[in-house]
């Protein structure tokens, strides 16, 4: 489910804030489906979890924040250049 969130949010919004927190939707749904299948249940009963599936989305984390950070970095450079947000008026204005 939040990985359709993210997808709608990518497809319909035209703002660049916007595309980039879907980005990060998408991100955390990744992350989400690492933890979640990274459990699974043994044959006497016992859950057990893997810790490759954790310290994956440790790593996916750092990384995404550090992404994350360079997107807002462009998004603001973009929106002092040429002061709008529209990702449709910056295609039209061909850097």
């Known amino acids: 489910m939040l990985y359709a969130v993210g997808v709608y949010c990518l497809v319909t919004k035209r703002n660049m804030i916007k595309l980039v927190i879907g980005i990060e939707i998408l991100a955390n749904a990744a992350n989400l489906s690492f933890i979640a299948l ?4 043994s044959p006497e009963g016992v859950l057990s979890v893997d810790p490759l599936g954790h310290s994956f ?3 996916s984390i750092a990384i995404g924040g550090s992404i994350i ?18 990702v449709r008026e910056l295609k039209r204005l061909k850097w």
């Not at 990274?38 to 249940?41: A, D, G, N």
């Open 57 to 59: 989305v440790v790593i």
């Open 69 to 86: 950070a360079v997107a807002l970095a462009m998004v603001v450079s973009a929106y002092r250049h040429y002061k709008t947000l529209d």
């Open 38 to 41: 990274s459990t699974r249940l």
